[in-house]
C-alpha cells in the first residue's frame, strides 16, 4: 500500500511539473522565451523521470514482517530437468518455467529507507527477480547450459533498483540490495516456500518430498 502511494504521489508532482513547463513554454518574449523554453524542457525531462520512477515503483510490494513471498512445485520431467511452478504470494500470479540441474535459487530485489521514513510507513519494499538453476557437479556445471529466469518486470524504461546499487551512496534515504535464497535441491513433488524478512530471503521445506531432499543433500 505504501508503494501504491509514494508512486502515485510521485505521478501527481510529475503531472504538476508537466503543467507548470507548458505554461513556460508557450509564453512570448524572445530571450525570456528562450529561457523560459530551456526550463520548460528541463522540467519536462525530470517530469518524464518521476513518471517512469512512480511506474517502476509500483510494482514493488512492502514488506511489514517476516512473510511469504512466494511457493514453489517441482514436477522432474527428464533427468536433472525439473518443471517449477512460481506463485507469488501476494498477487496469486504463477508462472512456470523449466529448469536444468540439481539445485534451484530464487531471487528478489529489496528497497529499505532509513529508519525516519520507515518511521513513517515506508517499511521495506521487495519484488521478485529471478529463479535460476544449477547442478551438483563442478564439471557440469562449467560444461552445460544455465537454465535462468526473470521472474519480476515493470517494463518500465527507467529501473530505480538498479540506479540506487550504482549511486547508492549519494542517496542516504535509501539502499537497494539483493536478496538470494539459500541454493536448495529440487525433487519431483517437493513445495517449498521463500520467506523474506528484514535479514534476507529463507527458503523452508514444506511437504515430505521437500524435507527428504534437503535432510539426504545436507
Known sequence: MAYTALAGVILV????????????????????????GMTGILLLAVAVLLTLSAFDLYSYQQLTKEQT?????????????????????RSGNEQVHELSGDLWQLDARII???KILAGIGLSTGYRLD???GRYYSLEKEHSEPHTVYQLGDTNSLLDIWSWLREYGQVVAIVDASYGSATYLPMQHGALFSVNLSTTGLLARPLNDPAKTAVENWQ
Do not use: C, H, M, Y
Open 13 to 36: 508532482l510529475g503531472i504538476f511539473i508537466v503543467l507548470a513547463a507548458g505554461r513556460l513554454l508557450f509564453k512570448g518574449s524572445w530571450f525570456l522565451g528562450w529561457l523560459r
Open 69 to 89: 513471498i512466494a511457493t514453489l512445485n517441482f514436477t522432474k520431467t527428464a533427468p536433472q530437468r525439473f518443471q517449477v511452478s512460481v506463485v507469488d504470494s
Open 112 to 114: 529499505k529507507w532509513n
Open 130 to 132: 529471478r529463479l535460476s
